[in-house]
């Protein structure tokens, strides 16, 4: 399960150059950079108009059932829940950040990166609740580099990937079922 992860507009050229379309798209927009938790403003990348950009939304669906935000959605479930289902076949995004936080049955936290590279995308898919568009990130069995923290771990994207998890339904199975790339932990 993902329920936090970080973006840093400092150390990551490919995400300032997002936060930046951003921030040309929306005056005194609330978007958050640093630690990000569900409920907080964040870029994520779409095809809202064909072309993906970055657009900002909130991270979580309404939780009809409970109080709270859905953050996250199973893979392997994805298709079949109601919430999820069409999102899935026409709503995918991706999700820029530097690594996401994962803790461990000691609540030990650690924070998940991309080897040799200063971005991670995570695959998400979006709705728009009361005109807002939020979005949740899908979480898939954890790989060799995840299982010794957590069982879960959310799917992540290569950057060459982002196009086709975006536009193509073809693809979207095939996606879904893949192995996330080994990561590297730090405390």
Known sequence: MCGRYYVDDETSREIRKILEQIDAKYEN?????????????APILAAFHR?????LSVWGFPNYY??????????????????????????????????FYEWDGNKKKFLFKKKESDILYMAGIYNFYKEECRFVILTTGANESMKETHNRMPLVLEAEEIETW?????STGRILRQIPPLLIRTA
């Open 66 to 99: 409970n109080k709270g935000v859905l953050i996250n959605a199973r893979t392997e479930t994805v298709l079949d829940k109601k919430t999820f289902r069409e999102s899935i076949f026409s709503r995918r995004c991706a999700i820029p950040s530097n690594g």
């Open 51 to 55: 072309d993906i950009e970055p657009e």
């Open 166 to 170: 975006v536009l193509d339904n073809n």
């Open 29 to 41: 927009n609330n978007r958050k950079s640093g630690e990000i938790f569900p409920t907080d403003s």
